[in-house]
């Protein structure tokens, strides 16, 4: 582990430095490594292990996200299977169905967990709500999580780069004394740039505060209510988004990205930086007890509960669909795609 110093409090996180590939495929030389799910992370998951030279498969049913696999290159009966099947193959299982539906498939995945094999995550969900989830592994598996910080296109996208997103990892059970080196091994294999340690419980609590905050629900809400300010006064739809949206995404987001808050200040006039230090604290302030209900939220399991309700309902899909649609044809999100297909690379 390398020590290292994030904002004056030292961690230890795992680096590629110090634990290169061929250590991780070393350690996983002998498992068969079974990607349950071609979703999100099933798709960048399996794919980044399969370039990174392990031996992977892939279970998923039958239907259109099947003919993805297939089309990635997945073949059927060699690499790609019924979910049963790979189960059964697998020595490590990687369960990436969505949270609610690996509550349903558990009793199936549970049937397959001989002595000896592995249960992965990417999520502490099912273990930490266990009471909710119903998903109790057998004492004599290992169970460990490997968590990418990001959508499981971005990994794969990265990923091809040259690139790689941070991952958490955590051990839940260690039954072959091993568990904690294989859970590294994954999340090296998976493409991650460094991984840092956490329990089921910490990634789960995080996780669900951090994509109802700022990275989902929040970024959201502020860009309505500021586009909606702006269009309140008279201003043009492309020019509240640009002024709302496009410029940081397109303009002030990769500065931010590339050297901190500080530089992409820096990067703009006087005048911006001189508001902007003026504005952040009252909205720090004023959404502070937000988050704070937010976390409260997940803290009481009330969110896992909404979860799990309303994700478990055969129509989820649908209404999810309903609910992306009513954002996506909403006049700010509109006036978005414009501006995307102006873009100059676009046109
Ligand atoms: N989406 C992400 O990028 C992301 C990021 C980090 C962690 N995670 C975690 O990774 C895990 C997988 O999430 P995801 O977003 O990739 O899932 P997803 O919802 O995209 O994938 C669902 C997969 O499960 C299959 N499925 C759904 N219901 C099923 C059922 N009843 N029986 C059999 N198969 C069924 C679908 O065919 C699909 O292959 C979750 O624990 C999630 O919290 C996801
Ligand atoms: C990609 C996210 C938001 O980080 C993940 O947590 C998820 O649930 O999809
Ligand atoms: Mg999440
Ligand atoms: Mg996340």
Same mark, same amino acid.
């Given at each position: 582990m390398?020590t *290292?110093n994030?904002?004056g409090?030292?961690?230890?996180?795992?680096?590629?430095e110090?634990? $290169?590939?061929e #250590?991780?495929?070393?350690?996983?030389?002998?498992?068969?490594?079974? =990607? *349950?799910g071609?979703?999100?992370?099933g $798709?960048?998951q399996?794919?980044?292990?399969?370039?990174?030279?392990?031996?992977?498969?892939?279970?998923?049913? %039958?239907?259109k996200t099947?003919?993805?696999?297939?089309a990635?290159g997945w073949? $059927?009966?060699e690499t790609?299977f019924e979910?049963?099947?790979?189960?059964?193959?697998?020595?490590i299982?990687c369960?990436l169905?969505?949270?609610?539906?690996q509550i349903?498939?558990w009793p199936?995945v549970?049937?397959?967990?001989?002595?000896? %094999?592995?249960?992965?995550?990417?999520?502490?969900?099912?273990?930490?709500?266990?009471?909710?989830?119903g998903?109790v592994?057998?004492a004599?598996?290992d169970?460990f999580?490997v968590?990418?910080k990001? /959508?499981?296109?971005?990994l794969r996208?990265?990923? =091809?780069?040259?690139?790689?997103l941070?991952?958490?990892?955590?051990?839940?059970?260690d039954?072959?004394?091993?568990?904690?080196? #294989?859970a590294?091994?994954?999340?090296?294999?998976?493409? /991650?740039?460094?991984?840092?340690e956490t329990d089921?419980? %910490?990634?789960?609590?995080?996780?669900?505060?951090?994509?109802?905050g700022?990275?989902m629900?929040?970024?959201?809400?502020?860009?309505?209510?500021?586009?909606?300010v702006?269009?309140?006064?008279g201003?043009?739809p /492309?020019?509240?988004?640009?002024?709302?949206v496009?410029e940081?995404?397109?303009?002030?987001?990769?500065l931010?990205?590339e050297?901190?808050?500080d530089w992409m200040?820096a990067?703009?006039s006087?005048t911006?930086?001189?508001?902007?230090?003026? &504005? &952040?604290?009252p909205f720090?302030?004023?959404?502070?007890?937000?988050?704070?209900?937010?976390?409260n939220s997940?803290?009481?399991?009330?969110?896992?509960?909404?979860?799990?309700?309303?994700n478990?309902?055969?129509?989820?899909r649908?209404?999810?669909?309903?609910?992306l649609?009513e954002?996506?044809?909403?006049?700010? &999100?509109?006036a978005? #795609?414009?501006?995307? /297909?102006?873009?100059?690379?676009?046109?």
């Amino acid at each position: 582990m390398a020590t *290292i110093n994030f904002g004056g409090v030292e961690e230890q996180v795992v680096t590629r430095e110090e634990f $290169p590939l061929e #250590k991780a495929r070393e350690v996983l030389a002998n498992e068969t490594i079974a =990607v *349950i799910g071609y979703g999100v992370q099933g $798709p960048g998951q399996s794919l980044n292990m399969r370039d990174n030279g392990f031996n992977v498969i892939v279970g998923q049913r %039958k239907g259109k996200t099947y003919d993805k696999a297939v089309a990635d290159g997945w073949v $059927p009966g060699e690499t790609l299977f019924e979910i049963g099947e790979a189960l059964e193959k697998g020595t490590i299982i990687c369960f990436l169905l969505s949270d609610a539906a690996q509550i349903e498939l558990w009793p199936t995945v549970k049937a397959a967990l001989v002595p000896g %094999k592995s249960l992965y995550f990417s999520h502490g969900f099912g273990i930490t709500y266990k009471e909710k989830t119903g998903i109790v592994p057998p004492a004599d598996v290992d169970v460990f999580l490997v968590a990418p910080k990001g /959508s499981g296109t971005s990994l794969r996208r990265l990923f =091809v780069e040259g690139k790689g997103l941070n991952s958490s990892f955590a051990v839940y059970q260690d039954a072959s004394g091993n568990a904690r080196t #294989k859970a590294i091994a994954m999340g090296i294999g998976v493409g /991650s740039g460094y991984l840092f340690e956490t329990d089921f419980y %910490k990634e789960v609590t995080s996780d669900l505060t951090g994509e109802r905050g700022t990275l989902m629900g929040a970024i959201q809400g502020i860009f309505a209510a500021q586009y909606d300010v702006l269009r309140a006064n008279g201003h043009s739809p /492309s020019e509240a988004f640009n002024e709302t949206v496009e410029e940081l995404t397109q303009s002030l987001m990769p500065l931010v990205a590339e050297n901190g808050m500080d530089w992409m200040y820096a990067n703009c006039s006087t005048t911006a930086q001189r508001g902007a230090l003026d &504005w &952040w604290k009252p909205f720090r302030d004023a959404s502070k007890p937000v988050f704070e209900q937010l976390y409260n939220s997940v803290k009481s399991q009330e969110q896992a509960e909404i979860s799990i309700t309303r994700n478990s309902q055969p129509d989820y899909r649908e209404k999810l669909e309903v609910e992306l649609a009513e954002l996506r044809e909403s006049e700010m &999100w509109q006036a978005g #795609k414009a501006v995307r /297909s102006l873009r100059p690379e676009r046109s």
